[in-house]
């Protein structure tokens, strides 16, 4: 079925540097997620990304964290600077419409900040 | 906000014999719930979802029950295989765009 890409797989980031995650989500998809999962904890939402704009962003989004999607390109999450805490998985996630089966998520991408 | 209890952690079961797996959730606003399904190293993949217009939804070995009174769904897998050997995610939304998960519950189906 589609699927949505996320690059990189693994990230090592020293702390205070800027990361930018990338999504390549599902082609005719037109709601975008963004997910956080710390080690052994379950998923928690971060984000959510529709034409072009924030619609809903949790208190784990922080002023640190930026999104965007230029021009149809990759979704990407970008934190700038980078803290101790943003250690996760980050699970990028898009669907056609809202509440469907068709939310499909990206493999995550493993970020380590030393 | 939204919380999502996901009760069992671990669950360990034979071959062919069915498996249980129980949620609770806390906001009454919740109307729809997916059930996704993790293996190792591998992405989440949608398994089955069931809205708050129903109390049973069915597909294959698949059913999910919802009690909305109680406020809690389950996942039931009938004859259970090998390949059903995964972590099993809950979540609840009442937007349709924002999942709220619980912790996941590893099941290992024995051959």
């Known amino acids: 079925g589609p699927k949505v890409l996320q690059i990189p797989s693994h990230q090592i980031i020293d702390m205070g540097q800027m990361v930018t995650l990338n999504c390549d989500p599902v082609?005719?998809?037109?709601?975008f997620y963004w997910y956080k999962q710390i080690l052994g904890q379950q998923m928690e939402f971060l984000v959510n990304?529709?034409?072009?704009?924030?619609?809903?962003k949790s208190k784990l989004f922080k002023d640190q964290f930026s999104v965007e999607r230029p021009d149809g390109s990759y979704f990407t999450l970008k934190i700038q600077p980078t803290a101790l805490e943003d250690s996760a998985v980050y699970f990028c996630?898009?669907?056609?419409?809202?509440?469907?089966?068709?939310?499909?998520f990206g493999s995550g991408t493993r970020l380590l900040v030393i | 906000g939204e919380k999502v209890e996901q009760h069992e952690s671990t669950l360990s079961v034979r071959e062919g014999d069915s498996a249980v797996i129980n949620c609770t959730y806390t906001?009454?606003?919740?109307?729809?719930f997916p059930w996704y399904k993790q293996e190792a190293g591998k992405s989440l993949h949608f398994v089955i979802d069931i809205r708050s217009n129903v109390d049973r939804k069915q597909s294959q070995r698949l059913t999910v029950l919802l009690d909305k009174k109680a406020k809690r769904f389950s996942l039931h897998i009938t004859a259970t295989q090998p390949e059903d050997s995964a972590i099993y995610f809950c979540?609840?939304?009442?937007?349709?765009?924002?999942?709220?998960f619980g912790t996941g519950t590893s099941l290992l189906v024995d051959p």
């Open positions: 082609s005719n998809h037109l709601y």
């Open positions: 906001d009454t606003a919740s109307s729809y």
């Open positions: 996630a898009s669907s056609l419409v809202q509440g469907d089966s068709d939310y499909t």
């Open positions: 979540a609840a939304s009442n937007m349709g765009y924002k999942l709220t």
């Open positions: 990304f529709y034409n072009g704009k924030v619609m809903e």
